[in-house]
């Protein structure tokens, strides 16, 4: 194919009529501008919503890297066009564009697209159809690319079967170099056997999931018979994709400095990937494992060519519970040593609730303000606590906030959620009273009444490859019940009402994202029918709309017997077909249905880095093992040499 | 926390550099907090040693005056540095523009000498990009106006929509060609933008309709002399 023409000059009147032009224009510094004809394997990478939101995305961030390292490869970004871009491109005819030239999306071999959450699928179809891209998979020709879905929302991707052409679970570094090779190949053989020819390549890896070579069948009450592959050769389940050494991967070296704004604004360096803590509800923690540590000197590196290549003054300890990494005293210790008396500022997102995170907060607020801390304890009693295997006491949680105030910290932020498989509305009334305690605590040992405890509560939407898999998700009417009469409780509480916050979402959007969780392919119309009706951008309460989905709903589920509550709050029993029952996440299903037994049983797990492995099957099933410190290494010394003439 | 002192006063800057840049392109959409963002990753890529604000949160000390807007493309901005050390301001004009995005390039780098850059800039001269509207509407629109004493335009502000005269600030305006006026403009409050004037056009010659939002570039920014801009770097 021969190198497409810039859309900017058709795009550029558009911009000036549009709010906050500067997220399409590109040219950021990091971007990387290749040329056309150089480059024989082509990708977008889209984040399917705002730039604002998509550019900071970790994932997108490496792949963008890893892909544009190999010189034979070019990959460009696209985001979402806002609304008032949109309808202005289809009425100038200025089609879906990537941000480096310019070019047309439908031009490129390979859409990747990036789905942290399952609230981006409309925007998906929205910017294929933006694209000039045929939106069911079936409908694609050999010249149309290849739409490959990818991120955590992907552990199940059958509502989004039908658009896709594929989808990876996992780990993205090393399979989307693999697939760019097969298709390298595939384009210099001359195409053999077209796109379905390199579709069962692709199958053929056992990493890739193609979902047309599936067939589902129903039995008459609406669960799921049997997933079963169509073709000969394609493998029964597909694995997902695990890096094993994280020091050899780097990345990001040199992230692109966005010129807008964006919801993050700092140079995150993943510390470790994976987590072991066994929190039911969490599908990151189940799907990632195992745990694999990054050495203390390659993060003290990467903080050193990120912070150099991009002038940002912000660095994020990131993973999944960053107190947990083996090293982690001496990693915050000895960045905040080399960074002591500069502007640069260190922060450690998730972080457990125990006194030890104080000591860690404490270092990496060194020469700043000690504002406030966060902990989640995610239930409101000990009880539920031990139903959702988060191991928090009321006296850990109390400790550890009492250090905090005697250090001179004067604000709490605690996250819980709501709707919890076994949870009464007295779990939920529990937070009001810890609050209180914690208020309390502060007082006294602060001696100020100037102490703020701030609660910020979600409702859970169960997801695929948890324990929680076959829990019923708990209705909006209810979640909103149980957080007014906690709302109404803290406002009744005299003495420490005044000094609680209360932060909550209504039930609704959890509800739409628990039916897109868990769903199976008869959700796909439903996505398309919100789409068609005109819903994009649902991850945004200003855009999101409930009533849209639940019409489309009722409208594209007719005669399917099955509907909203079926798919959300129904429980499921254990020898149901579960619609991602042939996608490997590495965990024995035998193990997590005993879990969700012990769950109900409110019996706890412990961490298998610390105690012994619980068969929970990753390790076995995909052949890997926990990597983990302490290396007893150190952060390199920077050499540095400024030449200021 | 609260009784915590804030860290120590930062010293003041040893060196005042004033820079000129232009903003082309794809950086015309740039806004002005986009390019402040910009410029303080560069400089810190750059690691031009810049003198700090004092407090809890330092700034680097940077002043932006009469920043064009968003969407509007220039050849003449700028930006007075205040440094820790002191630098060769050719050292500076090198490494950030080796920093800055594209379409943002720095054009000249001089020590701080003089009045403010904000007394010093008082005028601008802007070429308005008016595509679709015939040329004879064109210069019966400026003539209108350029006759006229007074007169009003709308526009929408955060406060509502409010009403003030364009016509004291005009200097000059003239037609350049089929679709290109010529704009000086003294700035005053409000400041009246090339936006205004071309609302200001279309409500005194209704045939004046543009076939799509007029693009601006604003050419030079310096002193008034009277009868043209002066340079505001020198002298």
Aim: a negative charge.
């Amino acid at each position: 194919m021969t190198a497409p023409a810039s859309l900017f000059e058709a795009l550029e009147p558009l911009l000036a009529q549009v709010a906050k032009p500067i997220q399409y224009v590109g040219g950021e510094v990091n971007s990387v501008h290749k040329a056309w004809d150089s480059t024989e394997v082509r990708w977008v990478l889209m984040y399917p919503d705002l730039y604002e939101v998509g550019q900071p995305n970790q994932g997108t961030a490496i792949l963008y890297e890893v892909l544009n390292e190999l010189e034979w490869v070019m990959a460009e970004r696209t985001f979402s066009a806002a609304p008032d871009l949109a309808a202005l491109m289809r009425q100038a005819g200025v089609p879906q564009f990537t941000l480096e030239n310019h070019l047309p999306v439908s031009a490129f071999d390979v859409i990747g697209v990036s789905f942290a959450t399952e609230l981006g699928y409309t925007n998906l179809l929205e910017a294929l159809d933006l694209a000039g891209v045929p939106l069911h998979a079936a409908e694609r020709g050999d010249d149309d690319p290849l739409v490959i879905g990818g991120g955590h929302a992907m552990y199940n991707p059958e509502p989004m079967a039908t658009f896709l052409d594929a989808a990876v679970l996992g780990d993205g570094e090393q399979v989307s170099v693999a697939i760019a090779s097969i298709v390298r190949r595939w384009k210099s053989g001359g195409r053999p056997g077209g796109r379905e020819g390199l579709l069962k390549q692709l199958a053929f890896t056992g990493e890739v999931y193609v979902p047309s070579f599936y067939d589902v069948t129903y039995v008459p009450d609406g669960r799921i018979s049997s997933v079963t592959p169509n073709r000969p050769g394609v493998p029964k389940r597909v694995r997902k994709n695990t890096l094993m050494d994280l020091d050899e991967w780097p990345y990001p070296k040199a992230p692109v400095v966005p010129l807008a704004e964006t919801v993050h604004e700092r140079y995150s360096a993943e510390i470790f990937r994976g987590c072991s803590r066994g929190c039911r509800f969490c599908q990151a923690g189940m799907v990632s494992r195992p745990v694999r540590e990054r050495s203390i000197d390659v993060i003290g590196q990467m903080i050193d060519t990120g912070l150099r290549s991009t002038g940002l003054e912000e660095v994020g300890l990131l993973s999944l519970s960053s107190a947990d990494h083996s090293e982690i005293g001496q990693v915050t210790k000895q960045l905040a040593d080399r960074y002591a008396g500069s502007n640069v500022s260190l922060s450690l997102p998730s972080t457990r609730v125990d006194a030890f995170n104080i000591d860690l907060a404490n270092e990496l607020s060194r020469n700043g303000r000690r504002s406030g801390l966060t902990f989640a304890p995610e239930g409101g009693s000990e009880r539920l606590r031990r139903v959702i295997n988060k191991q928090v006491s009321e006296d850990d949680l109390l400790a550890t906030v009492s250090a905090a105030f005697g250090q001179g910290w004067r604000s709490v932020k605690l996250y819980f959620m709501c709707g919890l498989p076994t949870e009464t509305e007295e779990d939920v009334l529990g937070i009001a009273d810890l609050a209180a305690r914690v208020v309390e605590v502060g007082r006294q040992v602060s001696g100020t009444r100037d102490i703020r405890c701030t609660v910020s509560i979600g409702g859970f939407v169960p997801k695929s490859h948890t324990p929680f898999q076959w829990a019923g998700q708990a209705p909006p009417d209810v979640i909103d019940g149980r957080l007014f009469a906690l709302r109404d409780k803290i406002r009744a509480d005299r003495r420490y009402g005044r000094s609680i916050g209360m932060r909550y979402h209504d039930g609704r959007p959890g509800q739409v994202e628990g039916l897109l969780s868990r769903g199976d392919r008869r959700v796909g119309p439903v996505i398309e029918h919100v789409w068609r009706s005109g819903g994009v951008l649902d991850g945004w309460s200003e855009h999101f709309s409930y009533d849209r989905w639940v019409a489309a709903t009722d409208a594209a589920l007719a005669g399917t017997g099955v509907d909203l509550a079926w798919y959300t709050s129904r429980e499921r029993d254990e020898d149901e077909v579960l619609p991602w029952d042939h996608l490997d996440a590495g965990l024995a299903r035998d193990w997590l249905w005993a879990d969700w037994q012990d769950a109900i049983g409110e019996h706890e797990v412990d961490d298998c880095r610390w105690s012994a492995c619980y068969d929970c099957g990753v390790c076995a099933e995909l052949d890997t093992s926990i990597q983990m410190g302490p290396t007893g290494r150190t952060l390199i010394p920077l050499a540095r040499v400024t030449g200021r003439a | 926390m609260g009784t915590r002192q804030p860290p120590q006063q930062q010293a003041p800057p040893v060196q005042k550099l004033r820079l000129e840049y232009s903003k082309r392109g794809r950086a015309r959409f740039a806004s002005h907090r986009d390019f402040a963002r910009a410029l303080e990753r560069a400089i810190r890529r750059a690691e031009i040693p810049m003198a700090y604000s004092s407090g809890f949160s330092p700034h680097p000390r940077i002043s932006y005056p009469n920043a064009a807007p968003t969407g509007a493309a220039s050849e003449c901005e700028y930006v007075e540095l205040g440094l820790a050390l002191v630098v060769e301001p050719d050292w500076v004009q090198r490494v950030l523009g080796e920093a800055l995005p594209l379409g943002l390039d720095i054009i000249r780098v001089v020590p701080a000498e003089g009045p403010s850059l904000t007394e010093r800039l008082q005028a601008s001269r802007w070429l308005i990009d008016v595509v679709g509207v015939p040329r004879p509407v064109m210069e019966q629109a400026v003539a209108s106006l350029m006759g006229a004493e007074h007169v009003l335009v709308q526009r929408q502000t955060k406060a509502g929509v409010r009403e003030f005269d364009v016509r004291p600030a005009v200097l000059a305006l003239s037609v350049v060609d089929d679709r290109t006026l010529d704009f000086t403009g003294r700035h005053e409050v409000p400041l009246v933008r090339a936006d205004d004037v071309v609302s200001a056009l279309a409500g005194l010659v209704p045939a004046f309709v543009l076939a799509r939002p007029a693009l601006v570039t604003r050419l030079a920014q310096g002193p008034w002399l009277g009868d043209s801009i002066g340079d505001p770097l020198v002298g």
